[in-house]
């Protein structure tokens, strides 16, 4: 059974920061095997995958984002909290979406194409609104 929580989602000013933490409750799971991502979705448009990571194999430094946050955004993984965390820097307009943590595996990895869409992550979390003005 999977379960993900996020919180720190709010409002700030553009060019503010905020972080975003999806905590993941893996209970069957010894090591955690599934391929760990952030969505967001705007009202009135599409899902869009903006970053994910497989904490697995956190040696693998594999990582994956979005043209639209790199440089902006770091994604990472505490294996022990079993927390996936989000930072996000230079906030703008655009960034403003529910921002929803994903799950999806078991996996050995996350595939080169892990942001192309939501459709094949079976865990989601209840999403935490970010607002950018």
């Known amino acids: 059974h999977v379960q993900l929580v996020e919180s720190g989602g709010g409002s700030v000013q553009a060019g503010g920061s905020l972080t975003l933490s999806c905590a993941a409750s893996?209970?069957?799971?010894?090591?955690?095997?599934?391929?760990m991502a952030w969505f967001r979705q705007a009202p009135g448009q599409e899902r869009e995958g903006v970053a994910a990571?497989?904490?697995?194999?956190?040696?693998?430094?594999?990582?994956f984002y979005a043209d639209s946050v790199k440089g902006r955004f770091t994604i990472s993984a505490d294996k022990a909290k079993r927390t996936m965390t989000l930072q996000m820097t230079g906030l703008k307009p655009e960034d403003t979406a529910t921002y929803y943590c994903?799950?999806?595996?078991?996996?050995?990895?996350?595939?080169?194409?892990?942001?192309?869409?939501?459709?094949?992550?079976?865990?989601w979390g209840q999403g935490t609104q970010v607002t950018v003005s």
């Open positions: 994903a799950a999806k595996g078991p996996v050995s990895t996350c595939a080169f194409n892990s942001l192309n869409s939501g459709d094949d992550y079976g865990y």
């Open positions: 893996l209970s069957v799971y010894p090591t955690w095997c599934f391929c």
């Open positions: 990571i497989y904490p697995g194999n956190y040696n693998d430094g594999r990582r």
